[in-house]
């Protein structure tokens, strides 16, 4: 074997590798397992409840209006409160 073919074997198999650990790495990326969410857990009561304290202190939260227990903040209508109805499709 020439050390040309040597050369470029080696470059082929390399750049092969090299595109092909790219492609796995960018498409790692590019398709998260999940939408990206926020970190809280947002189904607790103080962020999933109808009225909301707007610092969603630990504890808040109510189905009526009325004042955080917590920080004395008026509860704010939660406008992304989920109904328990399946027809909510938008998020
Ligand atoms: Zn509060």
């Known amino acids: 074997m020439k050390p040309l073919s040597n050369l470029i074997v080696f470059f082929v198999v390399s750049s092969f590798l090299f595109v092909h650990c790219k492609q796995k790495m960018e498409s790692k990326t590019e398709t998260p ?3 990206v969410m ?3 857990d947002t189904t ?3 962020y999933s ?3 909301i ?3 969603h202190c630990k504890g808040s939260g109510s189905d009526k209006p009325g004042v955080c227990p917590v920080c004395g ?3 704010e209508l939660n406008e ?3 109904h328990p109805t399946p027809d909510s499709t938008r998020n």
């Open 33 to 35: 397992e999940r939408p």
């Open 38 to 40: 926020v970190k809280v």
């Open 44 to 46: 607790n009561m103080e």
């Open 49 to 51: 409840s109808m009225y």
């Open 53 to 55: 304290c707007p610092m």
């Open 73 to 75: 903040m008026d509860y």
């Open 80 to 82: 992304s409160y989920q």
